[in-house]
């Protein structure tokens, strides 16, 4: 089983930036980390993920432009890094790790995300 911690949530102003983390106890069990977010009375939704064997990246279209996910596998953590946040990007943000197959659009999907985290709080205040 894998334990993810997520780090970096707080309080920012429109056009603040801020940087999300997720630790990973270990990477052998996933083939991909992603970032998915929860606002209130809306469905979780995907951010980004990354692989972590080669680095491969998929982004949601609302964040293509702002965000930027790395991974330091020798850390076994990914990081988010979060440009020009708008309040629209208010939400708890969640961590998973995926080891099921996915490609293109299907790496979206949050049913092929195994383990989560407890999520870290994103407010960005307009």
């Known amino acids: 089983q894998v334990q993810l911690v997520e780090s970096g949530g707080g309080l920012v102003q429109a056009g603040d930036s801020l940087r999300l983390s997720c630790a990973a106890s270990?990477?052998?069990?996933?083939?991909?980390i992603g970032w998915f977010r929860q606002a209130p009375g809306k469905e979780r939704e995907f951010v980004t993920a990354?692989?972590?064997?080669?680095?491969?990246?998929y982004y949601a279209d609302s964040v293509q432009a702002r965000f930027a996910i790395s991974r330091d596998t020798a850390k076994n953590t990914v990081t988010l890094q979060m440009n020009s946040l708008k309040p629209e990007d208010t939400a708890v943000y969640y961590c998973?790790?995926?080891?099921?197959?996915?490609?293109?659009?299907?790496?979206?999907?949050?049913?092929?995300?195994?383990?989560w985290g407890q999520g870290t709080q994103v407010t960005v205040s307009s």
């Open positions: 998973a790790s995926g080891a099921r197959y996915c490609s293109g659009y299907g790496c979206h999907v949050k049913e092929l995300y195994d383990y």
């Open positions: 990354i692989r972590w064997a080669n680095g491969f990246t």
């Open positions: 270990e990477r052998t069990s996933s083939t991909r």
